[in-house]
């Protein structure tokens, strides 16, 4: 498999996940000019023109950040229990990562973003973690004892607030750290060159 990413993107998310499989992948950086690391147009490759992308083993992509997260996770039996209350939490919390906290990113990332809008966004933001706070447990992980989808999503989004200085509660800091320090993460950022 091969997946299309920009540094400190959202595909980042996808990017930990398919280390911590194990699965057999490759890493093309996308550029912001849309030029793969390769030397390809990405509009070629995903006519969306955002990243990730997943390359399949037929050759065929697959595109948004909750289908590709949940293919790694149903490949490789890891990041996602099988059935239950954690397989449906962690699929809520990845698409509250998608919907609610990555969407509302937007603003903040756009130069013609107007200074309301952009604070805005930045309040919104920071009500939406401060609902998720609720959800950490006594464990390293925001679901159950292992490493999930949902984990490697809220740690991008985490990097994105530090960012732009969206205040998060105080536990999610330990928890960004403790992250940090498990392998497939650290793997990740420092092939994108974020160590
Ligand atoms: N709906 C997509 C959104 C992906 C997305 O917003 N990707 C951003 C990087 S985080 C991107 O490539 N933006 C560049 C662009 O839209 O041209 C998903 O969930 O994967």
Known sequence: MKLYGANGGCSQASHIALIES???????SVARDKKTSDGRDFNSINPKGYTPALELEDGTI????????MYIAEHSGKLLAKE???RWRTLESTEFMTTELHANFRPLFFADSGEDERNKAKEMLARRFA???????????????NLTIADAYLFVMLSWARMMDIAVPQRFGTYAANLRNVPSVAAALSAEGLA
Do not use: M, R
Not at 22 to 28: H, I, N
Not at 62 to 69: C, D, G, Q, R, V
Not at 131 to 145: A, P
């Open 131 to 145: 609902t998720l706070e609720s959800q950490l447990g006594e464990n390293q992980y925001l679901i159950g004892k």
């Open 62 to 69: 697959l595109t948004e950040s909750l289908a590709i997260l």
């Open 84 to 86: 239950g209350q954690a």
């Open 22 to 28: 194990g699965l057999p992948y490759t890493f093309v």
